[in-house]
């Protein structure tokens, strides 16, 4: 892959890039890139997760070095139960890993590190503890704003420690970026900020696009109507796609989203076409080779909701394929969530 190639995947579908000139500089020089995207083994993974794992799937293709920090610690600090965080760390780490083989990811780069194996030593939390020094309470609320679940008038201490915890990972995990959606922007920035105040180099921050859900703005764990669960069944995904919001001639919803940064990204990568069946009194089979075909069909109402809800259907079943035959994350889960 030559220079300008790679260079166009490290960036594809990126929302924002803080230091992109540092990137491109880094990526010239010939030196080994690496970075980490980091999740906290909280809820349910959902299909949600499909968009971060397929730029984890460009990052690797473009040769970086990829570490992903199941961060434990950080989900007790979110208010998950001490004594669940081995099994949903255990459920994450698969859930992740039969993702990541469904998109036919080469994962002969990426790493999988636990948090508490990285953050629990003498240096880390001396490190927790200088940078508390030079951080109010107000810019730690601030900055966990977006990410954490922090009460408005009267936050727990636990949600303020989390943006000081995530900017100290991008030193320990020794990596020139962190991956991460735009939710998470205002730690990002804090990290940048904050890091060399303890004299440790700022860091490259990417971030994605905020996916909608299907019903609302934004896909949320706490929202079932909102999210595919990668063990739901064909059906149950059919009928929340259905339901989803997905007016006429509006492509602003969840399902185009779907299509415009998952599904029809790995249609065009694998030179595939996005087939719409229809019946031959309503015009036949319609084939679409990228997004802006769709959406322009969509627009000027060529393309009926329905009938793209039921393509649409079909494409997320057969990727939780792997899901359904799978014994062991059906185990896991119900371990995790019993």
Same mark, same amino acid.
């Given at each position: 892959?030559?220079?300008?190639? %790679?260079?166009?995947?490290?960036?594809?579908?990126?929302?924002?890039?803080?230091?992109?000139?540092?990137?491109?500089?880094?990526?010239?020089?010939?030196?080994? #890139? &690496?970075?980490?995207?980091?999740?906290?083994?909280?809820?349910?993974?959902?299909?949600?997760? #499909? !968009?971060?794992?397929?730029?984890?799937?460009?990052?690797?293709?473009?040769?970086?070095? @990829?570490?992903?920090?199941?961060?434990?610690?950080?989900?007790?600090?979110?208010? @998950?139960?001490?004594?669940?965080?081995?099994?949903?760390?255990?459920?994450?780490?698969?859930?992740?890993?039969?993702?990541? =083989?469904?998109?036919?990811?080469?994962? $002969?780069?990426?790493?999988?590190? /636990?948090?508490?194996?990285? =953050?629990?030593?003498?240096?880390? +939390?001396?490190?927790? +503890?200088?940078?508390?020094?030079?951080?109010?309470?107000?810019?730690? $609320?601030?900055?966990?704003?977006?990410?954490?679940?922090?009460?408005?008038?009267?936050?727990?201490?636990?949600?303020?420690?989390?943006?000081?915890?995530?900017?100290?990972?991008?030193?320990?995990? /020794?990596?020139?970026?962190?991956?991460?959606?735009?939710? =998470?922007? *205002?730690?990002?920035?804090?990290?940048?900020?904050?890091?060399?105040?303890?004299?440790?180099?700022?860091?490259?921050?990417?971030?994605?696009?905020?996916?909608?859900?299907?019903?609302? /703005?934004?896909?949320?764990?706490?929202?079932?109507? &909102?999210?595919?669960?990668?063990?739901?069944?064909?059906?149950?995904?059919?009928? *929340?796609?259905?339901?989803?919001?997905?007016?006429?001639?509006? #492509?602003?919803?969840?399902?185009?989203?779907?299509?415009?940064? +998952?599904?029809?990204?790995?249609?065009?990568?694998?030179?595939?076409?996005?087939?719409?069946?229809?019946?031959?009194?309503?015009?036949?089979?319609?084939?679409?080779?990228?997004? $802006?075909?769709?959406? *322009?069909?969509?627009?000027?109402? %060529?393309?009926?909701?329905?009938?793209? *809800?039921?393509?649409?259907?079909?494409?997320?079943? !057969?990727?939780?394929?792997? #899901?359904?035959?799978?014994?062991?994350? %059906?185990? +896991?889960?119900?371990?995790?969530?019993?």
């Amino acid at each position: 892959m030559d220079a300008k190639k %790679k260079i166009d995947l490290i960036k594809r579908n990126l929302q924002e890039i803080v230091g992109e000139k540092e990137l491109d500089k880094k990526l010239k020089s010939g030196k080994e #890139f &690496s970075l980490y995207w980091g999740t906290m083994p909280t809820g349910a993974v959902s299909f949600a997760y #499909f !968009f971060p794992m397929l730029k984890i799937s460009d990052f690797l293709k473009a040769g970086l070095k @990829v570490k992903i920090l199941l961060a434990d610690l950080h989900a007790a600090l979110d208010g @998950v139960s001490w004594d669940l965080l081995e099994k949903r760390y255990k459920y994450y780490e698969r859930a992740i890993y039969l993702i990541l =083989q469904t998109l036919g990811t080469d994962i $002969k780069k990426l790493e999988f590190v /636990k948090g508490s194996e990285l =953050q629990l030593n003498k240096d880390y +939390l001396n490190d927790l +503890l200088k940078l508390s020094t030079f951080t109010t309470v107000a810019k730690a $609320k601030h900055s966990a704003s977006e990410a954490v679940k922090t009460a408005r008038d009267n936050p727990k201490l636990a949600g303020l420690i989390y943006p000081l915890m995530q900017a100290l990972d991008e030193e320990y995990l /020794k990596v020139d970026a962190q991956f991460a959606g735009l939710d =998470q922007r *205002k730690i990002l920035v804090y990290a940048r900020e904050f890091l060399p105040k303890i004299k440790y180099e700022k860091r490259i921050e990417l971030m994605t696009p905020m996916i909608k859900g299907l019903v609302g /703005k934004q896909m949320s764990s706490s929202v079932e109507s &909102s999210k595919i669960d990668l063990l739901d069944s064909e059906k149950i995904v059919k009928r *929340k796609i259905n339901k989803a919001d997905c007016v006429a001639g509006n #492509f602003e919803n969840g399902i185009m989203e779907l299509l415009k940064y +998952l599904i029809m990204v790995l249609k065009e990568d694998n030179k595939e076409k996005f087939v719409v069946e229809r019946d031959e009194k309503h015009g036949g089979n319609l084939e679409y080779s990228c997004y $802006k075909e769709i959406e *322009k069909d969509f627009v000027l109402k %060529k393309l009926h909701p329905l009938d793209l *809800k039921n393509a649409v259907a079909k494409e997320i079943n !057969f990727l939780l394929r792997n #899901f359904r035959k799978d014994k062991k994350i %059906k185990e +896991l889960y119900r371990a995790a969530y019993s």
